[in-house]
């Protein structure tokens, strides 16, 4: 099992690989994931873990959020499925939302990822994300 995502510490790392992108250029790459053989810019690399936080709040396929973890009522009920909760910290494994739930500081950062990511996408510099 992975140790549980923290989002402070992953906003930063975003934030500095664009911040080294700027310096280095697109001509600077590294493999990601590790052991793929598949080499990315550092924007690149933001904007795919950008993609997999935003993740933990979007719904997949089968209209489920991570964020939610096992919790039907919140899965299922159109009473209770699009109140996202946004806690202290995720699990590493599923996403599911632990810790408390009403310090939103940090994890508030995740909108401003969404909105870099909506941005970049109408600019022609990063694949839309889809957003519901």
């Keep these: 099992m992975r140790g549980p995502i923290w989002l402070p510490v992953n906003y930063l790392l975003i934030e500095s690989l664009q ?3 700027h310096y280095y250029g697109d001509d600077f790459k590294v493999e990601c994931p590790t052991g793929s053989g598949q080499y990315l810019t550092l924007n690149a690399v933001a904007d795919e873990l950008s993609r997999r936080l935003m993740g933990l ?3 997949d396929g089968d209209g489920r959020r ?4 096992g919790q039907e009522q919140f899965q299922r009920d159109p009473h209770w499925r699009d109140y996202i ?3 202290e910290y995720f699990h590493g ?3 599911a939302g632990l810790g408390a739930s009403h310090q939103t500081g940090w994890t508030g950062l995740v909108a401003k ?11 022609g510099q990063a694949p839309a994300v889809l957003v519901e």
Excluded: M
């Design 19 to 21: 911040q080294f992108h």
């Design 57 to 59: 709040f979007l719904r």
């Design 66 to 69: 991570a964020v939610f973890g």
């Design 85 to 87: 909760p946004f806690h």
């Design 93 to 95: 494994d599923t996403g």
């Design 113 to 123: 990822l969404i909105q870099q990511q909506a941005e970049r996408a109408i600019a």
